[in-house]
């Protein structure tokens, strides 16, 4: 986990939120009337009044929500981005960059499109006639997930397929949310898996960069405790919760599957927890689970020697319950998924609660000693000359 709950109070959101306050909110809504072309279409003036809204909204959507309109704007006017990556020091642009990039080959149309959709949501959010419990406001909660509920089960995927599903602290406050209202909604199951190619790769190590304001130790202590309350979220998950592996999987991504009651995986699926290169120790209850799961002798290798398995030598060693060929993945497995969906809810619940309850102080235990030792560990020279040669690496590729 580590890396990005270290996020709480990034440089990277530092320089940011800096960079929007000092053009004001104002000045940054007004970025959409400069560059507008002369080849706007059917939508222009729809997009030239959402340009304008943007300017009359009162309060500030935050920055994620600023990128994404940056980088809607751009796209929607000047197509999709080519211009060279700014060096990831320079925060600001490569965030802005990051945003604009990740939109791929999104047509201008559609772009003015959602930028006009996500105005009208901004403007209707502070309108005080607004219903605040409106279905629109409902499927725009997340902006990180995207949850569904079909069949009676619920679809909770990480949705940042251009960053290999890498955890950001936002997401892993929406993925605590999506599963608190999972708990109480009427589905039957909830799965979670990844949009793309990659189920995740674990923490967003650009949080590692992060120097906050207070100091590393408060830093520190606010990740743990973001990490505690994620991880009891799965601990205390009523329903049966099932994983859909769908690629890859590195870090926390892959120590929480001890607490799923089903592991799907595709053939691509890797499993990888690389803790001791990053100089982290074990999270997620895993330095619980895995031995159980896998005997002491495998978990050693895998949460101490950064072994890799694939998606077979996890089934073998039981923390994948099923292995599937990539090419009939999603099809055998929603299949699957749609009959147990068909069960009856409280029978699978209570009977998941009896085979988890004796088990669940013990997490929450061994969960607050992983924070504990994890919050010493962000501290250390051996973590941070880790995450400091990742980046080189990367820098010199
Ligand atoms: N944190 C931050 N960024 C990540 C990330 C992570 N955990 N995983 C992937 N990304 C980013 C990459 O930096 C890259 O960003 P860019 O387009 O701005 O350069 C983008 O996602 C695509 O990843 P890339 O590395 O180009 O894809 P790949 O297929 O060559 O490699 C990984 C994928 C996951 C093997 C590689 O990105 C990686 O090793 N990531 C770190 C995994 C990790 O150590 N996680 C923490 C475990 S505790």
Redesign the pocket.
Known sequence: ????VLCAHSTQRLLLSRAFRASSWSRFAALGIHTTGGHMQANQKDFEKAQNDLKLLKKDPGNDVKLKLYALFKQGTQGHCSTP?PS?LDFVN?AKW?AW?SLGSLSKDEARQTYIELVSNLVSSESPTKDPSSSSRAERKYETLQVSCQDNITTISLDRP???N??TLQMYEEIGLALAEAAKDDSVITVLTGRG??FC???????FTNIPLEGKEKMSSDAAVILQAFVSKFIDFPKPLIAVVNG?A???SVTILGMFDLVYATDRATF????S??G?SPEGCSSYTFPRIMGLSKAVEVLLFNKLLTAHEACKLGLVTEVFPDSTFKKEVWERLKSYGSLPKNSLAFSKQLIRETDKEKLHAVNVQECERLKERWLSEECMNAIIS?FQN?AKL
């Open positions: 986990m580590a890396a990005s990556k990831m490569k990051d990039n251009e960053k290999k890498a955890i190619d990659y790769s674990g923490n967003d190590l650009n949080n890859p590195v870090g926390i990888h927890t690389p803790f290169q990053l982290q990742f990367k």
